[in-house]
Each structure stands twice: as C-alpha cells, then as structure tokens.
C-alpha cells in the first residue's frame, strides 16, 4: 500500500520566519496531495491541496508545492503568525483509503 | 452550516461493553469514514462508506463495525472495546471520495478502562 513519510515532526520558528514541511509518498498513481491543520482540541481541516497535473499552487502565505518524478511535496508558510502555531499533516489520496503522514507540531514563537 | 457532527465528544468505557460512536453529516455528502488518531502514528483509516448501504475496510478495521442505513448517518460500533482501542476518533465525509476535500468532525475521545 501506499507510504507517507512527513518531515519534521516538530518544527519551531520565530514569529515572521518561513516554515517549510516536505513529504514523500512512494504510490505513483497517487492523485491527489492535500494538508490539513489540526487545532488543539478540534478535527483537522483542510488547508491546501494540489493535484499531480500541476506543479505548485499558493493561497496568500501558503504554498504547496508537488515534484511527481520524485514523488515529494511540500507545504510552505511565509510570515509566520502565532496563530499558525497547530500540528499540520500531509495526505495521499485518489483512491478510497488516504494515507496520512504522521503530523508536524509547528509552533510559532511571538 | 456544513458540518460533520460526532457525539459524544468524550468517552469512558470498561472493556467489552459495547458502546456506539455517531457520525452524521448535513451536506449531502456520498462518501463517509472513520479514522483514529494515536500520537505518533498520525490519523488511520477504519471504514469508509461510498454511499447507502455500501461499506469497505480502512487500514485499521479489527475490532469495529459500521453501517451506513441513511446517507447522513455513518455510527462507529465497538461490539466487545479492550484497552488498545482508546483513542481519538474521528468522522470525516466528501462529496464522492479522497480525491477531494475531506470535512472532519471534532472528534470522539475514547478511553477503554
């Protein structure tokens, strides 16, 4: 089955600095990459997702970014805020079960 | 408003007292699924329903039982919990499937004594 790996699994930056998640997954038909951000206390929502007929996709200070030839993505936050601060987890779907990775606790310091 | 609505939100049980997780959606959603969370080991697919009556195991389904009667409705049952079931589980659903945006509920706590 397909295998996510999710990297860091803790990051910490200064409030304003860049922070950058990379994940590799190893299916090759695998269509579909999303992130989701997990508050304390709630369920994860989605944040931003790409598909693999395209490259790179933004949203204000998130960007994803999806290279299929090695099978890696990555999800990019400029100017970090406090409130960006949460667990971040990556996915790979296209069929009916995803597979997630196991999570990057950001945390942002003021 | 769109949501996925799991009750209850916390949950203690002795082991082997069946006990039943609700799920329900008000979007019209086809494809619904259950996962749990386990710290380290990210979220795990239990079941998944691609519409009424149509049902398939996840990655992790030993030990639970679903059933999809209605489209909004999709109850997580734990017939006989043991210990190694506490967990964090939750409900999300789509229009049609994983290749899309998954709406998740807030999430059960379980805990099997």
């Known amino acids: 089955g397909e295998n996510v790996e999710q990297h860091p699994s803790t990051l910490s930056v200064q409030e304003g600095d860049s922070a950058v998640i990379k994940c590799t997954y190893s299916d090759s038909a695998s269509n579909y990459f999303p992130w989701y951000k997990q508050e304390l206390g709630k369920g994860p929502q989605l944040i931003i997702d790409i598909r693999s007929n395209v490259g790179e996709k933004k949203d204000q200070r998130i960007a994803v970014t999806l290279n299929k030839t090695a099978k890696h993505f990555s999800l990019h936050i400029t100017e970090t805020q406090p409130e960006d601060s949460a667990v971040y987890f990556c996915?790979?779907?296209?069929?009916?079960?995803?597979?997630f990775g196991r999570g990057t606790s950001l945390i942002v310091h003021p | 408003e769109a949501q996925v609505t799991q009750n209850p939100r916390y949950l203690i049980t002795v082991t082997g007292k069946k006990l039943t997780v609700t799920c329900s959606q008000n979007m019209n959603h086809e494809y619904m699924s259950w996962y749990r969370q386990d710290p380290g080991l990210g979220l795990r697919q239990i079941y998944y329903?691609?519409?009424?009556?149509?049902?398939d195991k996840g990655d992790v389904p030993e030990g639970y039982k679903v059933s999809r009667k209605e489209k909004r409705n999709f109850p997580l049952i734990l017939e006989s919990p043991s210990p190694n079931q506490t967990s964090l589980y939750f409900c999300a659903s789509s229009h049609s499937g994983t290749s899309e945006k998954l709406f998740f509920g807030s999430g059960t706590q379980l805990s099997v004594l």
């Open positions: 996915a790979s779907g296209g069929s009916y079960i995803p597979t």
């Open positions: 329903s691609m519409n009424v009556e149509v049902t």
